[in-house]
């Protein structure tokens, strides 16, 4: 049974960082891409990036040269650090690995 565990969220001033950190465990196909979502209040959950298997990353055009997904295969933890915050950033964000999510950690950008 694979497990999902985010940590790293906080409170953080507009153009302040975070790096979000989700632990996996139990049996992950390596072939499965890693992602991370976010859902902001009354919106929908949307995509904000993913790393394939080849280490292959993308992004969405809203966080695109402000945040980096990452992994360390060694500890089983994938990353996305998170730098010129925004208030739109502000949503709890999920990782998804396969057809398994995480519980959510919440990023709250504000002064």
């Known amino acids: 049974q694979v497990q999902l565990v985010e940590s790293g969220g906080g409170l953080v001033q507009p153009g302040g960082s975070l790096r979000l950190s989700c632990a996996m465990s139990?049996?992950?196909?390596?072939?499965?891409?890693k992602a991370w979502y976010r859902q902001a209040p009354g919106k929908q959950r949307e995509w904000v990036a993913d790393?394939?298997?080849?280490?292959?990353?993308k992004y969405a055009d809203s966080v695109k040269g402000r945040f980096t997904i990452s992994r360390d295969n060694a500890k089983n933890t994938i990353y996305l650090q998170m730098s010129s915050l925004k208030p739109e950033d502000t949503a709890v964000y999920y990782c998804?690995?396969?057809?398994?999510w995480g519980q959510g950690t919440q990023v709250t950008v504000s002064s």
């Open positions: 790393i394939a298997s080849s280490g292959y990353t």
């Open positions: 998804k690995v396969g057809y398994n």
């Open positions: 139990g049996s992950i196909p390596i072939i499965y891409v």
